[in-house]
Every structure is written in structure tokens, then in C-alpha cells.
């Protein structure tokens, strides 16, 4: 009886090392840019340091050839201003990404320009993003403490 039971279990360690050798590895990340297509709601927060609490909402559109745009409303140390968003953004097989962008007020003058690295999740359908430059129309660095969410609208 012994031995029967050592061979089986012999013979179900060495089945299961088998399958673990012969089974396909699981999926990679599959994020792209054309996954990412869409439009989203976004809002952020956080401090601009030296200035004050910042925090805004946002309708972006990014579309399957990398570029983002959209409307941008935003409260910086209690003063509320409209602005439009520009720019280009990337997606990375792992579901990590940087976007790159310019605002510009009502008028069309240049605001700001930033980056933001990104991470994809919940099936491509929410990011996080964490700002990692802003640097005013005049060349002037800010330095910012800002991370926001931004969830794909329903088509």
C-alpha cells in the first residue's frame, strides 16, 4: 500500500512540474494607445509649492494617434480659471505612461506647460498620474506635490 501511494504521488508531482513547463505564461500587459482611446473625466490635487492648494477637473479626449485635448477648469490657492489642454502622451506594453502638454487661457495664450507619468489600470479604463514638470509661459519651473484620476466616459 505504501508504495502504491509514493508512485502516485511521484506521479502527480511530476504530471504537475509537466503541465507548469508545458502551460503557456500568462498574458503580458496588453495596454496600447488605441486601448486607451477615449474620453475621460479627470481631477487632480495637490499643492504647487510656494503658491498654494491646486485643484481642477478636466474632460480630456486622447485619441489612437497620441494626442490629448480637452477643457480644463482649476482653483489655485482659491483663484478659478477656464483653460484649453493640449499635447501627446504614450502607453507602454506594462501599462505605464507619460503625457506631455501645453494650457492656454480663453484668449489662447500660453499657460503652462507639463509632464505627467501615468499607470493604466482597471482594464484600461482608469489611470493615476503624478505630475513631474510644470514650467510656466515665461520659463519659470514650478515646484508641485499634484497626483489626480482620471476614468474613460461610457461611449
Not at 13 to 18: D, G, M
Not at 55 to 76: M, P, Q, R, Y
Not at 125 to 132: N, P, Q, S, Y
Given at each position: 500500500m505504501k508504495c502504491n501511494i509514493g508512485r502516485l504521488t511521484?506521479?502527480?508531482?511530476?504530471?504537475?512540474?509537466?503541465?507548469?513547463?508545458i502551460a503557456p505564461a500568462a498574458p503580458a500587459a496588453t495596454c496600447s494607445t488605441a486601448r486607451a482611446a477615449g474620453t475621460y473625466g479627470v481631477s487632480d490635487s495637490g499643492t504647487v509649492v510656494g503658491i498654494g492648494p491646486r485643484?481642477?477637473?478636466?474632460?480630456?479626449?486622447?485619441?489612437?494617434?497620441?494626442?490629448?485635448?480637452?477643457?480644463?477648469?482649476?482653483?489655485?490657492n482659491g483663484s478659478v480659471t477656464q483653460s484649453t489642454l493640449s499635447g501627446t502622451?504614450?502607453?507602454n506594453p506594462d501599462c505605464t505612461g507619460t503625457a506631455s502638454f501645453s494650457e492656454f487661457d480663453q484668449s489662447g495664450n500660453l499657460i503652462?506647460?507639463?509632464t505627467v507619468d501615468?499607470?493604466?489600470d482597471d482594464n484600461?479604463?482608469?489611470?493615476?498620474?503624478?505630475?513631474?514638470?510644470?514650467v510656466l509661459a515665461d520659463g519659470t519651473p514650478l515646484a508641485t506635490v499634484i497626483s489626480g484620476d482620471a476614468r474613460k466616459l461610457v461611449p
Open positions: 511521484i506521479a502527480i508531482l511530476s504530471s504537475a512540474v509537466l503541465l507548469a513547463i485643484t481642477a477637473v478636466s474632460l480630456l479626449t486622447f485619441d489612437a494617434a497620441e494626442n490629448i485635448k480637452g477643457k480644463v477648469t482649476a482653483s489655485l502622451y504614450t502607453v503652462l506647460t507639463a501615468t499607470v493604466w484600461m479604463r482608469e489611470a493615476r498620474f503624478i505630475f513631474t514638470s510644470v
